[in-house]
């Protein structure tokens, strides 16, 4: 069984930053995994942020969330990565990570992030 498990959220001031963490509880990423972030506030859609391969690196982002989040993985920590900078009040969100793991998506439970103005 794989699960996802986000840490690092919390609260932030506008224009701060903050990285989350994405592991696999019991388990570790391998090969072709592709590991996702997403985020959902009350009311609206969940939108993906970025995803990555986890034996190549390749990266891709939703062109709205390019320039501020940055996806990277840490192969020896064995953990998936959310940099977010210049945080905005709209930010704020629940932010989780899935994983594609032999064709099946698994879910974190997220990691709530609060920016105040």
């Known amino acids: 069984q794989v699960q996802p498990v986000e840490s690092g959220g919390g609260l932030v001031q506008a224009g701060g930053s903050l990285t989350l963490s994405c592991s696999v509880s019991?388990?570790?990423?391998?090969?072709?995994?592709?590991v996702a972030w997403y985020r959902q506030t009350p009311g609206k859609e969940r939108e993906v942020i970025a995803t990555?391969?986890?034996?190549?690196?390749?990266?891709h982002y939703t062109d709205s969330m390019r320039g501020r989040f940055t996806i990277y993985r840490n192969y020896n920590e064995n953990r998936a990565f959310l940099h977010m900078n210049g945080l905005k009040v709209e930010d704020a969100a629940l932010y989780s990570c899935?994983?594609?793991?032999?064709?099946?998506?698994?879910w974190g439970q997220g990691t709530q992030v609060t920016v105040s103005s």
């Open positions: 019991g388990g570790t990423f391998v090969g072709d995994d592709m």
């Open positions: 899935s994983v594609k793991h032999d064709y099946v998506m698994y």
């Open positions: 990555i391969t986890w034996d190549d690196g390749s990266r």
